[in-house]
């Protein structure tokens, strides 16, 4: 059984695996880097997840199959434009990709942003991660303006309420 549930306060050593894992695996779908995410204190992955369990500017969501963590999602609100909000951290492990697991994932954390107020979900997606800019236009994402500086990636732009 798959399902979609948000960052419980005290889950930092959780968050820091699932997101080491997705650094790891797919080292060119993220400007972190795994070596950079390594050094990190207990209490920086304990105060990042704590801060998105609770409140309405931020959120993060895992995606388990039967207990076991396999995807990661988070929104945060941008503080410029209070309706919208930026989506990082999206990653489902390599054997569920294709499965409709990831829409599932995006679309709690889409419920989730229109529960909050938010209307606009901008997404960067790395230059050649032509999958993921694929999965973004099927869940009706859009380019927004040119690629950015030296090809470095595009945004894509979701309204959502």
Known sequence: MIFVRRIRIGEGELFKQIRLTSLF????SFT?????????TPESWSEQADLSAEGTDRGT??????NVA?????LYRDTARVDAGELIQVW???EYRGTGAAEILLEAVFNWARENGFHRILAGVNPGNVRALKFYQRLGFKAVGEPLE?????????EVG
């Open 32 to 40: 972190t880097s795994y070596e950079s995410a390594l050094k990190r």
């Open 150 to 158: 030296n090809d470095t990636g595009r945004f894509m732009s979701k």
């Open 25 to 28: 695996e797919s080292p060119s």
């Open 92 to 94: 489902v492990s390599p």
């Open 61 to 66: 969501f895992f995606l388990f199959s039967e």
């Open 70 to 74: 396999i995807g990661i999602a988070a």
